[in-house]
């Protein structure tokens, strides 16, 4: 796989036609957060289906419009932690890195949405402010890529970064938060593969998965392939209305992405942005799925119901 050929698949390839005989569909929406689907993802989704889960994630709804108390543009605090360019401390001893403000796909729950990414990118002047605090900083172990989604970021720059993280001593893992390789699979190029193969750090990489059914058989060799260079592979989804918002749903994730040899970590409560209220579950329906979940599951495929709370030193359990 080129360049060339994973920059024609990760474009968008979906038109207002596919959506035309959706009732909620809103191209006003489009407005306010950009219609982003990749080529992959695209021919996953049963558009003739209203309540496709693949579609519901993506498809701009007319509810986005809808202004909601209590929700608002930077729900999860992020404004305010901020180090320097593209550097968020939150958390002991890990550091958050916004790799850049771009994604594979646009998922129309995300915070974001309204977040003003592009202006804090840590990727910009080679990671020069990102790498300063990481040396100054000797209680941090952990570089976080996230953003945006860091494997928008080509292997070239990607390898810049890690070769300055092996420099610094006390940089012992290396965390990538990433949605990409499930959405758009051809970005796991050889060259890619290669690059993290040589990373020297202890290397987890968390996917982004909602549903069974975005994990095709053909995803695979993919993510065996990643696994093979030494990277854990865990997995973060998002409890939506409509979507997974029961236990069979999110059991039959677990068991799916334990077929694929990732395990579920985090069960996250919707955060609060504006524009996603559409797809909120209440508190207490989310904990009553999550305790139908320990029911049902061995304990390690059980991921832990989380929200997350501006000012506080970790993702917060819900119990
Ligand atoms: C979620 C998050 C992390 C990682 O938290 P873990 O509980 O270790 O997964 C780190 N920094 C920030 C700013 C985060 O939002
Ligand atoms: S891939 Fe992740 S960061 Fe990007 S839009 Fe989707 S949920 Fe948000």
């Not at 007319?62 to 180090?83: C, I, R, W, Y």
């Not at 958390?91 to 974001?112: D, K, S």
């Not at 945006?148 to 006390?170: A, R």
Request: charged share 20%; aromatic share 8%; proline share 5%.
């Amino acid at each position: 796989m080129t360049k060339q050929t994973w920059r024609q698949n990760s474009r968008n390839h979906v038109k207002t036609e596919d959506f035309s005989i959706q009732r909620s569909y809103s191209p006003k929406s489009e407005d306010l957060f950009r219609l982003h689907i990749p080529r992959y993802f695209k021919n996953n989704i049963d558009f003739s289906n209203s309540s496709d889960p693949l579609l519901m994630q993506v498809m701009p709804s007319q509810f986005e419009l809808l202004k909601t108390d209590d929700f608002s543009n930077d729900p999860v605090g992020d404004l305010h932690a901020k180090k320097t360019k593209g550097v968020i401390h939150k958390y002991h001893g890990r550091v958050l890195l916004i790799a850049t403000g771009t994604c594979a796909i646009n998922c129309r729950y995300c915070f974001r949405r309204s977040f003003p990414y592009s202006q804090n990118s840590a990727s910009a002047q080679n990671w020069k402010k990102a790498i300063e605090y990481l040396n100054n900083n000797q209680d941090v172990h952990e570089v976080i890529l996230s953003g945006g989604d860091p494997l928008m970021l080509s292997t070239k720059v990607l390898n810049n970064l890690t070769t300055q993280l092996h420099t610094i001593p006390h940089i012992k893992t290396l965390r990538i938060h990433t949605r990409t390789p499930l959405v758009s699979p051809t970005r796991i190029t050889e060259n890619f593969l290669n690059w993290l193969k040589d990373v020297s750090l202890k290397k987890v990489m968390v996917l982004h998965s909602n549903h069974a059914q975005e994990l095709r058989d053909d995803l695979k060799p993919v993510l065996n392939r990643i696994s093979q260079t030494q990277t854990l592979l865990l997995n973060q989804s998002v409890l939506l209305k409509g979507i997974n918002d029961n236990s069979t749903a999110l059991a039959n994730l677990s068991h799916r992405l334990f077929e694929f040899g990732i395990l579920p970590y985090y069960l996250n409560q919707l955060d609060k942005v504006q524009g996603a209220a559409h797809f909120q579950v209440s508190n207490k329906q989310a904990k009553l799925i999550h305790k139908e979940l320990l029911a049902t599951l061995p304990g390690y495929l059980v991921p832990k119901l989380v929200e997350e709370i501006p000012g506080k030193k970790n993702k917060s359990p819900l119990n």
